[in-house]
Each structure stands twice: as C-alpha cells, then as structure tokens.
C-alpha cells in the first residue's frame, strides 16, 4: 500500500530536549516536506526536499532542521524544541513539485 | 502566493450534493486549482485538480469559471464520511508547495 508514516505519533516533551520525528515513504517520489498546523493558521511549510540531499526552507524553518540522506526518509529535528513547537505536524511526498501530495498521519507534538 | 477565499462552513444534507464555492480573482495563467481535504484526526488528501477545463474521479466533479476567477468542487451525494474541511489551493506547476489557507469545514446532517 502506498504511504507516508510518520513516527513517533504522539509526543510529549521539555523545552531543550532534542527531538526527531521519522518520515518514510514507499512510493519512490522525490519530492517531500514538512508543514506543521495550529489552529487558525492553517498549514504552513516548514523545509521541504527535491530530492536526495538537496533541501531548502519553506515558510516557517526556524528552530528546525531536515536531513536527506536517502530518498525514502525526510527526519525533521528539532535541536532545542520550545513551547512554541507545539504543533500537529505533517509529513508529505509527491514525485514531483506541484503534484499530487500524499500526507502522513500527523504527529502531535507537545513541548512543556 | 495567489490567494483563495472560502467560506468558512457549509452544511449539507446526507445524500444530497454540496457545492463548495472558491474564488481566486488573482490566478495566473499557469496556476493549477487543486483540492485538498482534511477529515478529522488524519492529514489532507488529494481530492481534485485542474487547469481550465472542469474536471471528473471517483470522488468529486471540478467546475472552473471560464475566466478561471472561481471554482466549485461537488461532491454528488454528500455522505457522512465526506465531514471535513476542504481546501482550495492554486498550485503552479514550479512551486514547491501547497498553501492551504483555513478552508471551509463541511457539516453533514443524517
């Protein structure tokens, strides 16, 4: 089956503690990225990836950091996380920019 | 990024079509309309897309104005399993991402 999963799905941290949140998709696609939601704002774009090693920032990158290292995994990091990280996060892939987006679950993350 | 506006809810009754209203007055010649939707608790899925002509899957119909300043996406026999926010979203074929805005949340009513 064709997806995005995404781990952990729920977790609940303290500021400073370095976390990362896994993203693996099985559909060969090159392109992915990372949004994070709150309410009211809607989705906003935080790094996303062309392809192999190559990323870049999207709306809203500070405090965060991405690696692609290989084409299937797209790891967000959070180095330092603050309270306002907390968020619902999503992982997506397409095969190409601005196609079709495929979305993972989401993970819920709660900075204390 | 080019802009849409939508409503912030509609309701619609189980079994009927819903119509949800997009308007885009400032779309460019190479923006894609697509649709996006979010059901509660899971991340947004692929509805629809299109560039000019109005647009048909399994899951909903696509009616873009002629002069591309607005769109409708219908979905035929709302059921309840359609309660969702939907997203209309203008997406040049370069861009690197999908600008979501707040959406409208649609209401079925059993």
Redesign the interface.
Known sequence: EAQ?TQNPRYLITVTGKKLTVTCSQNMNHEYM?WYRQDP?L????IY?S?NVEVT?K??VPEGYKVSRKEKRNFPLILESPSPNQTSLY?C?SSSS??G???????TRLTVL | DAKTTQPNSMESNEEEPVHLPCNHSTISGTDYIHWYRQLPSQGPEYVIHGLTSNVNNRMASLAIAEDRKSSTLILHRATLRDAAVYYCILFWSGANNLFFGTGTRLTVIP
């Not at chain 1, 079709?100 to 989401?106: A, C």
């Open positions: 995005v990225s009211g809607g989705l906003r774009q996303y062309m870049d999207g709306d999503f997506a920019g601005g079709k987006e495929f979305f993972g679950p989401g």
